[in-house]
């Protein structure tokens, strides 16, 4: 009796993993053939919006009202570097790209492209080759060939800058603690020890080395360890004025801003924006003469590269015109003050402890929360409620609401807080 009950036992168990075999084996059959269809795929021309027009008339009606006479830009390269007020820059092309319906070519499971890695099209989230996107603007390092075939050929390649001193003050304050090399730095002030002697701790190979030096360099995909007077380095700043129709400069945001306005043919509703990812002050540590020429040497390539681009944004303003510049400055901060009265409660950022709601709390560093925030006003008037809760979205958060599925970055930020 229990002989023929154990035989009875084991035949069903073995027809039971019969079952789950076959069932898994059709499972992947069934996924086999749902991805390769036989649909004839568009051209990238077709798929690709180009323009505004196609879908909504009233944009072009508005543009043609003011004194220019363009239709707004729609495909776009934000070459997003490091600690430089892009999130910011970020924000406004999240809101255009959704206000019209673009094509983010938006990372996969995190919120870059496989940063340090060179940026490769297969790290774009659901890309098929010639797929054709509108707008890529999250961290990566840069490969211009890469990027080429994502974007349709008329794309506005634009990024920005900042002095490289303050750039490489605030990166060595975000990304210490995963410099493993830092770890080393004894004395109260870590930065000044290792500016007075970098090549103590530095080495090119050491684990996220390339934080502490000459970061944009870097992140343009370009070899950020060239010592003071390399040629390679004015080599590496001709080919970038080759490939960037618009380079920004952090320390003149709202001209950039009204540059960028111009270019992309965009009205100034599109660039009202609130800083983001902006540093608490009493965290940022004044390099005093002697440090800064010191952190100048260090970043020399950056430094350089700073240079030329400033002296080109100014020629940019020149011939836009001073006073008009002027005007439009003036403009910008006149709107930009409306809205952070209208949506802003207190109309300031406050630290990260104060920042009631988690959708509006923004990504902090390792061991610290020196990252200030906003809190939305309660009071505030329907209209603009979705307006003011997009402006005030940080990065993280907007990603996972155009789709991105965050779970390396939500796993990492995790042990971050909990236990690191
Ligand atoms: C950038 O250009 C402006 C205008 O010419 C100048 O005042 C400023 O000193 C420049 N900055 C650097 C760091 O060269």
């Not at 797929?131 to 634009?158: G, Q, W």
């Not at 004395?187 to 080395?209: D, H, I, M, R, V």
């Not at 540093?279 to 590269?305: F, I």
């Amino acid at each position: 009796m229990s002989g023929s009950k154990g035989f009875n036992c084991a035949a069903a168990v073995r027809g039971l993993i019969l079952w789950v075999l076959i069932a898994n084996i059709m499972l992947v059959l069934y996924c086999l053939t749902a991805t390769s269809p036989v649909i004839i795929r568009p051209t990238q021309e077709e798929m690709c919006r180009l323009s505004i027009e196609q879908t909504s008339p009233n944009v072009l009606t508005e543009i043609s009202n003011s004194e220019q006479k363009c239709s707004p830009k729609v495909n776009i390269m934000f070459m997003k570097t490091h600690k430089t007020a892009s999130s910011t820059i970020l924000n406004i092309l999240f809101r255009f790209g959704e206000k019209h319906q673009l094509k983010f070519a938006l990372p996969d499971r995190r919120n870059d492209f496989c940063y340090p890695q060179p940026f490769l099209c297969s790290q774009v989230k659901d890309y098929r080759p010639g797929e054709c996107f509108n707008i890529v603007c999250n961290h990566m390092r840069f490969n211009y060939e890469e990027v080429t075939k994502l974007l349709p050929s008329d794309a506005v390649y634009v990024t920005i800058l900042r002095d490289p001193v303050d750039l490489f003050e605030s990166a060595f304050h975000y990304y210490h603690r995963t410099v493993p090399f830092t770890w080393r730095i004894r004395g109260e002030n870590k930065l000044t020890e290792f500016l007075n002697n970098p090549k103590a701790f530095y080495s090119p190979e050491a684990f996220n080395s390339f934080y502490l030096k000459n970061l944009l360099f870097f992140d343009f995909g370009l070899d950020n360890n060239l010592e003071v007077n390399d040629p390679r380095v004015m080599e590496g700043i001709r080919y970038l004025s080759k490939r960037f129709q618009l380079v920004l400069i952090a320390e003149y945001f709202e001209e950039s801003l009204i540059l960028l306005k111009d270019l992309l043919c965009w009205s100034m509703e599109d660039i009202l924006y609130f800083k983001l990812n902006a540093r608490r002050t009493s965290s940022v540590s004044r390099l005093d003469p002697e440090m800064r020429a010191k952190a100048l040497q260090w970043n020399w390539a950056d430094w350089k590269l700073y240079e030329h681009f400033n002296v080109t944004f100014w020629e940019r303003v020149e011939a836009y015109g001073r006073q008009r510049m002027e005007q439009e400055v003036n403009e910008l901060r006149r709107r930009n003050a409306e809205m952070s009265a209208n949506c802003i409660e207190g109309g300031n950022a406050v630290e990260a402890q104060k920042i009631k709601d988690t959708h509006f709390q923004p990504w902090q560093p390792i061991g610290e929360k020196s990252i200030m925030g906003y809190n939305l006003r309660k009071d505030i008037d329907p209209k603009s409620s979705t307006i003011c809760e997009k402006m005030l979205t940080p990065e993280i958060q907007y990603l996972s609401e155009l789709g991105v599925n965050l779970w390396v970055t939500r796993l990492w930020g995790w042990l971050k807080d909990y236990i690191l």
